[in-house]
């Protein structure tokens, strides 16, 4: 997870839940469910927290802010993160149910009725 992989696969998600789930309720329920996982994950990564160091040295990154930030692709300095950083990070944070919601809605675009309307406004 990162603030460049994380918008697609958010993305993604809500389509194959869009897709997938029998009905609203399951499918709010699903979203949320995945939503969570992506905001502990990610936050925790960012704050580098001790747990998800194991996931930010999967990702071949130094630490979990180095892999929110870089995504091994960026070189930010993730040691040195102040004020401006967090302000981003945090805005960032905030868009992760627009990307899920936006997914949902394209699901729901794309895929035939299945006896259930799709998301609605």
């Known amino acids: 997870m990162s603030f460049l992989v994380d918008p697609p696969l958010l993305l993604a998600s809500g389509a194959a839940i869009e897709a997938a789930a029998p009905d609203e309720r399951t499918a709010r329920r699903l979203e949320a469910a995945v939503l969570g996982v992506f905001v502990v994950t990610s936050v925790s990564l960012y704050a580098n927290a001790r747990w998800a160091h194991w996931l930010a040295r999967l990702c071949r990154a130094e630490t979990g ?17 102040g004020l401006p950083t967090h302000v981003v990070a945090g805005a960032l944070f905030a868009t992760y149910p627009l990307w899920i919601r936006l997914g949902r809605r394209a699901g729901g675009r794309l895929r035939p009725a299945v006896g259930r309307s799709p998301l609605s406004d």
């Open 65 to 81: 802010r180095d892999w929110m930030l870089n995504s091994g692709v960026f070189h930010f300095d993730h040691e040195k993160a």
